[in-house]
């Protein structure tokens, strides 16, 4: 019958056999990872140069200073958008998924609705309920419209 410390030698053995194949694995997996190629070993046009190079080494020319182009910068020093961008966020969805729906709702109106004010529009196949529009109208900060999609599959 083995003992305690027959056991705990074992287990031993076994967690530092783990720990060294782990980091063998983790090793490896970088080694496989491309590297970039070098500025002399790419070779433009193709695998070979088209033609040999010069001996001679081409004469220098003389860098030609030019005025650096100037683009006009708004008061403020921020590029705002000219005009409004027309669009609208379009959303599928069924009174069930209501809880879903605004944690979604959420999250693209604290990132990125809260500038911009975009509308929003919301399809279903069945009446939305009074919650559901009471809910979702509190949550966006643009305009809300609701809207039907009937069944066109219907003979």
Not at 21 to 48: N, Q
Not at 66 to 91: H, N
Not at 105 to 127: A, K, S
């Amino acid at each position: 019958m083995p003992t305690s410390a027959s056991i705990r030698s074992a287990r031993l053995l076994l967690v530092l056999c783990f720990a060294v194949a782990s980091l063998y694995y983790i090793s490896r997996s970088y080694s496989r990872l491309p590297y970039p190629p070098a500025a002399d070993s790419f070779m433009p046009g193709g695998k070979e140069p088209q033609k040999p190079p010069s001996q001679f080494p081409a004469p220098v020319q003389p860098m030609v200073e030019r005025p650096p182009k100037e683009f006009p910068i708004p008061p403020g020093g921020k590029s705002r958008q000219i005009g409004k961008a027309k669009a609208s966020f379009v959303t599928l969805v069924r009174n069930h998924e209501l809880w879903d729906l605004l944690s979604s709702i959420r999250q693209i109106e604290d990132r990125f609705n809260h500038r911009y004010h975009y509308p929003w529009t919301f399809l279903n196949d069945v009446p939305f309920t009074d919650e559901f529009i009471n809910m979702v109208t509190n949550m966006v900060s643009g305009q809300v419209k609701f809207g039907s999609i009937s069944d066109s599959q219907q003979g």
